[in-house]
């Protein structure tokens, strides 16, 4: 094949859960002679431990373009993303952009390529918390609405796009790409040391995970609190290894609260991890609380117990199948369930179908298969 035939396929990367994503596609992508892949990064997560370090952990070559846009409002955010994808996207010109998740990078690029007749293709498509007051619930409706390839995590996921009109034939469910990365890394992970950076050590046999960034948990004070009242209990049973996201930080310190995170209550509160550092940290947990996405799938598929602290989660085959609870923000609910792991019980669980590593190959086989027909 002429190196002038070859395919163009265009990856976007933003925040920090796209990056676990991206990272098994692109590597699949640069192993086919048939396609030229080109990166970019808009940069909407741009600390070194909420970007760079994810890039190292993990691989990823550096990326071909970086659109610098960092923080700002959604609609700022997200129309800089628009207006500076727009031309570098002409440039490339591919016949297929891939975004991934749902954050507002995934929206904004995916606009951009429909806009000038570009095939979009999206990488954990039909997710739905049915929760329009989530930023990334509108993201992913949004995204879904106008993707060409739609490819899935779960059979619920096909659901979800069938009840909104999409063809079956736009849909295809591959598993999950990020537990290609969690499979990749898994190993890697055993060395690194987190906990004696930590100064852990003695607690390392029994622990607890806490992440917290949803603004619908951080960004209100009476709701935090609450939260936090949950979490000072189980604290005092549990010792809890805390990574603050930046968002939390911010409202941590504004509300008053940060001096109560302290190791004598049983927080050990640390920087953002890497992706290795927490999936070390995550093995090796007694359980998890988080309202993040993508913990509650690793979790599942580690067959650590994880208590989400959301009223709903757009990831159902973890709580059908999977070792995930949903406990809401109500403190007593969630010491309730905390209590239920810490004498023993917790879900067991098991792994969902095709969350085996090989996602990224059957994304490709698909994308490949298409292009060959057109
Ligand atoms: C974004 C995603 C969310 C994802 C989360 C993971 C959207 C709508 N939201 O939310 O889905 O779960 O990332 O982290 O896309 N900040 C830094 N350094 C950074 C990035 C952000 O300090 O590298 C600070 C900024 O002050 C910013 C705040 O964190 O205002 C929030 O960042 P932003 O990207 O706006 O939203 P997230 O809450 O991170």
């Known amino acids: ?26 590597r699949e992508l640069k192993s086919r002679s048939e396609i030229e892949v080109s990166l970019v ?13 994810f890039f190292a952990d993990l ?16 609609a700022q955010q997200t129309a800089k993303i628009i207006s500076s994808f727009e031309p570098v996207l ?12 749902d954050v507002n990078s995934t929206i904004a690029c995916a606009l951009v390529a429909v ?11 039909g997710l739905r918390s049915f929760d329009r007051d989530m930023p990334e619930e509108i993201n992913r409706i949004m995204t879904d609405s106008i993707a060409h390839y739609l490819f899935t995590t779960e059979p619920e996921a ?19 790409i990020m537990i290609d990365t969690l499979v990749a890394n898994l190993s890697k992970s055993d060395a690194v040391p987190i906990i004696e950076e930590l100064g852990f050590k003695e607690y390392s046999s029994r622990f607890g995970l806490l992440t917290l960034h949803r603004p619908s948990n951080v960004d209100d004070k009476k709701t935090l609190e609450r939260i936090f009242d949950a979490l000072r209990e189980i604290a005092s049973l549990l010792p809890i290894v805390f990574p603050v996201h930046p968002r939390t930080k911010a409202r941590l310190d504004e509300f008053g609260l940060s001096g109560q995170l302290t190791t004598e209550n049983g927080f050990w509160c640390c920087r953002p991890l ?19 996405g993508g913990i509650q799938e690793e ?60 996602t990224a190959r059957r994304i490709v086989d698909i994308l490949i298969n298409s292009l060959d027909k057109q």
């Not at 190196?3 to 163009?8: A, M, S």
């Not at 990856?11 to 676990?20: D, E, I, K, L, T």
């Not at 002409?90 to 998740?101: A, C, D, E, S, T």
């Not at 806009?115 to 498509?125: D, F, P, Q, S, T």
């Open 115 to 125: 806009k000038l007749g570009i095939e979009v293709a999206h990488v954990e498509a």
């Open 90 to 101: 002409m440039k490339f010109n591919p016949q297929v952009v891939v975004v991934v998740g």
């Open 59 to 74: 691989g990823i070559p550096e990326p071909d373009i970086n659109l610098e846009v960092g923080s700002g409002s959604h």
């Open 274 to 292: 890497g992706y290795l550092e927490t999936l070390h940290l995550c093995k090796r947990s007694t359980m998890v609380l988080t309202d993040s």
């Open 299 to 358: 979790t599942t598929y580690l067959g650590i117990p994880c208590l989400t602290i959301r009223e709903n989660t757009e990831r159902l085959i973890t709580v059908t199948r999977g070792t995930n609870t949903l406990v809401g923000r109500n403190p007593q609910r969630i010491l309730t369930y905390a209590n239920q792991i810490l004498m023993g019980g917790g879900k067991k669980g098991k792994i969902p179908d095709k969350w085996n590593g090989r």
């Open 1 to 26: 094949m002429n190196i002038t035939d070859r395919y163009r396929i265009q990856v976007v990367a933003g925040a920090r859960p796209n990056f676990m994503k991206v990272a098994p596609l692109v």
């Open 158 to 176: 096909n659901k979800n796009l069938l009840a909104e009109g999409i063809p079956d034939s736009k849909i295809f469910l591959v598993g999950n």
């Open 41 to 53: 990064h808009t940069g909407q997560h741009y600390d070194q431990g909420m970007s760079a370090d």
